[in-house]
RNA sequence: ACGCUUGUAGCCCAAUUGGCAGAGGCGUCCGACUUAGAAUCGGAAUGUUGUGAGUUCGAGUCUCACCAAGCGUACCA
């Protein structure tokens, strides 16, 4: 009987959801083990062959911790909220509501084709009310907590609020963005609106003015990669920075934690690189530097303290909030000009910009070490969000100071004498001080620690850890997204709503353009947004990373009306032991969930304080485009088109490079790809405007209906991102199709490493396939009658499965699963030259063989009459016995190199070894006439000889 | 510009603590079966491990420099 894909696959999945088979309970006695896929944006394209790989690989690790007899959570979900289906919406105006439940209905069917292992009744999606009732539940509470810098944990604002009352804040030492001091009489003496607003300074969730994207004659707020050029993408309006009121979470009150955690988990270090660099911790001072003749201060952040001597001037960022108040008249216009200049670019934009441009806002700062005057600027390199968005510039020992000093003719002091130190870099921070007071002579470091000091004593400065990491803005003006659980009285003083309020539910709308001003279209409906007891609703919604932050506790008591999971569930589960996903995620989702995680664990909510003991980063499946060229200068009426060796010939020509539908290109991928005849017809079909071009190749050239035997118009191929606008996705179904769901899946496996990035390609395909048909045929007599023989294994038998056993087994272990497919090709090969038949071995090798091909090893199993499912079977054991040989045959080397072979008993022993060694003819042959100084013998591997 | 990752046969890739460079697959070639092809089976070939140095008895593996590709970050004071 021939292996058939298709007469079993769909009938186990129906069967294992018939029966339940993935179901998960919280009540066992087993060992936990919990393995999570990053969920999907259920996008409208559905699946491509890429999406799966990670998946493939987590499904493979969950069902082999369930056969060694774990407790397996392995959920899968949906992360439904977010622009696209709302971009959807305004064109086709379909609810963005609607569109979703129809791409996850979309993604269900998809993900199970794929005979994944997920307990599917667990699921969870972001925009579901009874799921992002608990998001903004979490919201309210950050809201309502500080981040105490004692203790270091969050606390309740209250007890904040209780302190300020009591002592004031002069000796709070707490995450803020509140700049005064104040005492307790001062506190007690202020208004309820000021209380309320120095408290929000403090909230681990709180309102600042931040600026946006906006585009006035779209009238809405545009994300980053929205804007091109300083226009918006779609229609090419002026995009400006616009300032406003928008929520933020002080991520940055974890800085810390989340940086030095990182020790604590097993990731892998290039991803625990970019964590870190993105927290981007600093070591320095903040120094104050009095304004000539003013009260004000201008607080900086530097890491060189120790240059301040060659401070001659001041930048401060163009949004500084003194700008405005320092100008000078004279000054006003030049400012004003400036600023407009800055406001009309995007954050984009302006990080792009090489040119050095700033302007001079007329008032002069006091530097406190030299008593001189030095004028302060304005200037776009300083960034308003870093360190306190002002600098005191060192144009000797900083590039970026010394390019705009030089450009604005600023004085230039040099502190640093780097003579001693050939080669140094400025970021090298080394040299020896001058110039420089009393730091002369000093050698860099020592000079830090002494001007720290310095500055300490003279009240002006202190020692100072900076971040690079910012608090993000966490307000969309948007529709599809979670709404605030927020409401502004009278005053304009938030509230939280209480848990018993929530889900505070999206209301329906089919109106998803932006309000006026740049607000939310929820601002729009009134009814929803004016409460009849006076008090407002906020009209921002949530970022999509809002709902990802926390779903990993979800699945673990998923329909929990009364807490967004029991203590009960989350003590069972705990933490993720594995988590597999990509790498795109690497900062802003794991940074989040990270945070949200250790808020939670400071309330004593998770026992953990990392959600993710180990992450597998998963490579990207990429998908070769292909092009072809097209001239430029050919009339609009006679396109001219031609293969991409002519294109390579015709140096001076003018082409745009034109990418296909790799449907129509034969020998896709490969460098001799090509349209043929055919192909041109389907791309002419497909581009009915170029039903008049030619197509020309070194040969010869091919008009649309032209009677013509052979054409073949070469295509340049590259490699690249698979996606919809270079229309090379590759489709999973009609692999699956042809081949079958396991040998798609074992496929995607052997393609090469889990981590690494690979294009994709059929060419192995048949490979896998070849595989399944010889496991299924161990199975089979000649005449393909089922023949199973209750015969004892040989020794040979059994040292073939016990290699696989150890093979796979330490393969998965380390997430090498394309070596464990081979190993399993070995394993087949090598019993079928034994033509082994043995029920005891063939059983074992169908449990191995079941994380990776659940469906034919179902099929065998219930054909070797074994009762329950494969994959409820005891994983099996090792025994090392098996593999033991009676003699290893050791190469001899003579001074490394490799002269001969020896055979030794496999018990011989190092000493044994080497005595004998001696002896071989080969050694005496190498060494004669010459002295034998060394023996090196490694057990079981290798003996080497030295001589000399 | 910096950081991380990768570079092994025509191609995809193995080689886990430094120990005989090759497990597996694709392709190629030869043979068997066959009228023929497909499918299947048996067999074979292919190397300066990106380049150059260093450490070592021994380097694909460790160190340094360089080259190439991929990813990430990017005026971070």
Not at 352 to 373: D, H, L, S
Request: proline share 4%.
């Amino acid at each position: 009987m021939d292996y058939t894909p298709s007469n079993i696959e769909q009938k186990w999945r129906d069967h294992w959801k018939a029966e339940g088979t993935y179901k998960v309970s919280n009540d066992s006695d087993k060992p936990k083990y919990y393995v999570l896929d990053m969920f999907p944006y259920p996008s409208g394209a559905g699946l491509h062959v890429g999406h799966p790989l990670g998946y493939i690989a987590s499904d493979i690790y969950a069902r082999y911790k369930r056969l060694q007899g774990f407790n397996v959570l392995h959920p899968m979900g949906f992360d439904a909220f977010g622009l696209p289906a709302e971009e959807y919406a305004l064109q086709t105006g379909i609810h963005p509501a609607t569109s979703t439940h129809e791409n996850m209905e979309r993604y269900r069917e998809q993900l199970s084709a794929l005979g994944f292992s997920f307990d599917w009744d667990r699921e969870v999606y972001t925009c579901d009310p009874n799921y992002y009732k608990w998001t903004q539940w979490i919201f309210a509470e950050l809201f309502e907590h500080y981040y105490d810098q004692t203790t270091k944990k969050a606390l309740p604002i209250t007890d904040l609020a209780a302190r300020f009352a009591a002592e004031g804040n002069l000796k709070v030492k707490a995450a803020n963005s509140y700049k005064g001091k104040f005492t307790a009489d001062a506190w007690n003496a202020m208004d309820k609106v000021t209380q309320a607003d120095t408290l929000m300074e403090y909230r681990l969730a709180y309102r600042k003015i931040g600026y946006v994207n906006w585009c006035e004659e779209l009238g809405t707020v545009l994300a980053n990669d929205q804007v091109k050029d300083g226009v918006s993408e779609r229609g090419g309006y002026p995009v400006v920075q616009k300032a406003m009121k928008q929520w933020y979470l002080r991520i940055t009150a974890y800085a810390d934690r989340l940086l030095y955690d990182l020790d604590e988990i097993d990731w892998s270090d290039s991803l625990k690189t970019i964590q870190s660099n993105w927290i981007g911790r600093s070591e320095g001072a903040s120094l104050f530097f009095e304004v000539d003749g003013t009260d004000e201060k201008i607080e900086v952040f530097t890491t060189r303290p120790d240059t301040i001597f060659g401070a001659t001037y001041m930048v401060l960022a163009p949004e500084h909030d003194l700008v405005a108040k320092l100008t000078t008249d004279e000054q006003q216009q030049a400012v004003a000009d400036y600023i407009a200049y800055v406001k009309a670019k995007s954050e984009v934009e302006r990080q792009q910009e090489k040119e050095v441009t700033g302007a001079f806002i007329g008032a002069y700062a006091i530097n406190p070490f030299t008593n001189t005057r030095i004028p302060i600027w304005i200037g776009e390199y300083v960034l308003k969000d870093y360190g306190t968005g002002a600098i005191m510039a060192v144009p000797s020992d900083d590039d970026r100071d010394n390019a705009f000093a030089t450009k604005f003719g600023l004085e230039i002091i040099d502190v640093v004498d780097k003579s001693k130190y050939p080669g140094a870099t400025l970021s090298d921070k080394v040299g020896i001080i001058k110039n420089s007071g009393f730091l002369d002579g000093m050698e860099v470091p020592d000079a830090i620690t002494a001007a720290c000091k310095k500055a300490e004593e003279m009240g002006i400065g202190e020692m100072h850890i900076n971040y690079k990491l910012r608090d993000a803005n966490f307000g969309r003006q948007r529709y599809w997204g979670e709404p605030f659980p927020v409401m502004y009285d009278a005053d304009g003083l938030a509230h939280v709503l209480k848990v018993a309020d929530l889900p505070l539910e999206l209301p329906k709308t089919d109106d998803f353009k932006p309000a006026k001003g740049g607000r939310s279209p929820l601002a729009r409906m009134e009814d929803w947004t004016n409460l009849p007891n006076g008090m407002t609703r906020e009209t921002d919604v949530m970022p999509a990373v809002a709902g990802s932050s926390w779903y990993f506790l979800r699945y673990m008591d998923p329909n929990n009306s009364e807490a967004f999971a029991s203590q009960k569930a989350i003590n069972y589960w705990q933490d993720v032991d594995l988590y597999v996903g990509g790498s795109e995620h690497a900062v802003a989702h794991l940074m989040y969930a990270r945070f949200w995680h250790k808020f939670l664990h400071d309330k004593g909510l998770v026992p953990t304080n990392e959600p993710f003991k180990k992450l597998v980063n998963q490579g990207m499946i990429q998908g070769v485009i292909e092009f072809i060229f097209l001239d430029k200068n050919s009339p609009k009426t006679a396109r001219r088109f031609v293969s991409a060796d002519v294109a390579e010939q015709e140096t001076d020509g003018d082409f745009a490079k034109i990418p296909v539908h790799v449907d129509f290109v034969s020998n896709y991928g490969s460098p001799k790809s090509f349209l043929s005849k055919e192909g041109i017809e389907k791309f002419i079909d497909w581009r009915p405007d170029y039903k008049t071009a030619t197509f020309e190749t070194i040969e010869g050239t091919y008009q649309h209906g032209q009677a013509i035997d052979k054409f073949e118009l070469l295509t340049l191929s590259e490699v690249g991102k698979m996606s919809k606008s270079k229309f090379n996705v590759i489709n999973p179904d009609a692999v699956i199709d042809r081949y079958g769901t396991d040998c798609f899946r074992m496929y995607e496996m052997f393609l090469g490493p889990i981590e690494q990035s690979k294009p994709w390609d059929t060419k192995g395909i048949d490979g896998v396939s070849k595989f399944l048909k010889k496991y299924w045929s161990l199975f089979f007599d000649k005449n393909g009658e089922w023949s199973v023989s209750d015969e004892a294994p040989t020794k040979d038998e059994l040292k073939i499965l016990h290699t696989a056993i150890k093979k796979v087994s330490d393969d998965i272990e380390r997430f090498s699963f394309n070596t464990c497919v081979s190993g399993f090709m070995v394993c087949t090969n090598d019993l079928r030259k034994w033509r082994c038949n043995k029920r005891v071995i063939l059983k074992e090798l169908t449990i191995l063989l079941a994380p990776f091909a659940p469906h034919v090893t179902e099929e065998i199993w219930k054909r070797l009459g074994e009762s329950g499912s494969v994959h409820h079977a005891t994983y099996p054991t090792f025994d090392e016995s098996h593999l033991k040989e009676d003699s290893i045959e050791y190469p001899i080397s003579i001074n490394g190199k490799k002269r001969g072979v020896a055979e030794f008993s496999s018990d011989a022993s190092r000493d044994d070894i080497m005595a004998a060694a001696a002896d071989l003819e080969i050694v005496k042959k190498w060494s004669e006439g010459k002295q034998i100084r060394k023996i090196i013998v490694v057990p079981g591997r290798m003996v080497n000889v030295v001589v000399g």
